[in-house]
């Protein structure tokens, strides 16, 4: 019995009104990214979390309410690009806004293309061109996958 009074005090001193299950964010700072905590303070670090979360297989980091981190998008690594195939890439990337809690308000731009390697196109990888709308302001940043 006294270890449910001693659990029960511990969830009555959270703040539950912060923690979305299965988003990387439970507060206002503090970001979960590969089991580690880290801060996120910036737009280079929230840049540095999108990049993150992109490159994780959905459902690939273990942990309680982790199942859902990370994207689908590389589900799509090796496939030719075609217009299709970068449609479908833009749906996988906007459903990972909801990773951000409150951080991220929309990805107002997203640019698929072939990257270009000395003159010639690679049909295999993706050059993925993001303008973040977000607590920090807008940005736009490069990633390849």
Not at 83 to 98: C, F, G, P
Not at 115 to 132: E, S
Request: charged fraction near 25%; hydrophobic fraction near 35%; include cysteine.
């Amino acid at each position: 019995m006294e270890y449910q009074n001693r659990i029960q005090n511990l969830k009555s001193q959270q703040n539950v009104e912060t923690f979305n299950d299965g988003s990387i964010s439970f507060n206002e700072e503090i970001l979960i990214i590969d089991d580690d905590i880290s801060y996120d303070q910036d737009a280079e670090a929230l840049w540095s979390s999108i990049c993150n979360v992109l490159r994780t297989p959905l459902g690939a980091v273990n942990g309680v309410g982790m199942e859902r981190f990370g994207s689908r998008l590389l589900e799509l690594r090796g496939v030719n690009m075609n217009y299709h195939i970068a449609e479908l890439a833009k749906v996988y990337i906007k459903d990972t806004i909801s990773q951000y809690q409150n951080r991220v308000y929309s990805f107002d731009e997203i640019k698929i293309s072939n990257p270009t390697f000395n003159g010639m196109k690679r049909g295999d990888k993706m050059k993925i061109t993001l303008t973040v709308n977000s607590i920090y302001g807008r940005f736009t940043r490069t990633l390849y996958i």
